[in-house]
């Protein structure tokens, strides 16, 4: 089954550590992206990445860093610097069509700082 | 900017009608519509382009008015399944392939 998987489900780390959510698609999309959902709220982008070893901020990407090396995965790093990291993280990758493009999401990381 | 989508918040009984608006200050390409069951990732529904578009699926459809910059999700004869956060995320004029999304409206159905 074609999908995308985050692992873990949920995470708890101690103030001041580092640390990596995981992300893999095997859909062969292009495109990926890391959202942040904070109860309540909208969802907002992080970091995107339309092609291997390409990737830009989005609107809130102070605090953490992204790699693609490979078009199935899109691990985010949630550094130290973050000063409010606890939330729900969102993968999501896209495949175009026609003249626009479908973004379809994985089951997300929720993420707790202590 | 983030669009404004309207209402916040709404309760309905089975069987019953709602409409859910999305609206932006700055030209759009496209609207993008997603329900979020709680705890839950976000859900595609549908798509709609420039040209006033209107899409449907089942009994939930979607219009687009790009001159208003405006997008209506409607949903009709409303299920106990509809339930959930409904969100609209908009690409602006330039096609980059990026969405942003509007803070959500939540439909809860009851019997």
């Known amino acids: 089954d074609g999908g995308i998987t985050q692992s873990p489900k949920y995470l708890f780390r101690k103030e001041g550590q580092n640390v990596t959510l995981s992300c893999e698609q095997n859909?062969?999309?292009?495109?990926m992206y890391w959202y942040r959902q904070d109860p309540g709220q909208g969802l907002r982008l992080i970091y995107y990445?339309?092609?291997?070893?390409?990737?830009q901020k989005g609107d809130i990407a102070e605090g953490y860093s992204v790699s693609r090396e490979k078009k199935e995965s899109f691990p985010l790093t949630v550094t130290s610097a973050q000063k409010n990291p606890t939330a729900f993280y969102l993968c999501?990758?896209?495949?175009?069509?026609?003249?626009?493009?479908?973004?379809?999401f994985g089951p997300g990381t929720r993420l707790t700082v202590t | 900017q983030q669009p404004v989508q309207s209402p916040q918040a709404v309760i309905l009984r089975e069987g019953e009608d709602a409409v859910i608006n999305c609206s932006s200050s700055k030209a759009l390409y496209s609207v993008h519509w997603y329900r979020q069951k709680h705890g839950e990732a976000p859900v595609f529904l549908m798509i709609?382009?420039?040209?006033?578009e209107q899409k449907g699926h089942e009994k939930i459809s979607a219009s687009f008015n790009e001159k208003k910059q405006q997008s209506s999700l409607y949903l009709t004869a409303s299920q106990l399944s509809y339930s959930g956060t409904y969100f609209c995320g908009t690409e602006n004029d330039f096609g980059n392939e990026k969405l942003t999304f509007g803070t959500g409206t939540r439909l809860t159905i009851i019997p």
């Open positions: 999501a990758s896209s495949i175009h069509r026609d003249t626009t493009y479908e973004q379809y």
């Open positions: 709609l382009l420039k040209g006033g």
């Open positions: 990445s339309q092609i291997v070893n390409d990737f």
């Open positions: 859909l062969n999309h292009d495109a």
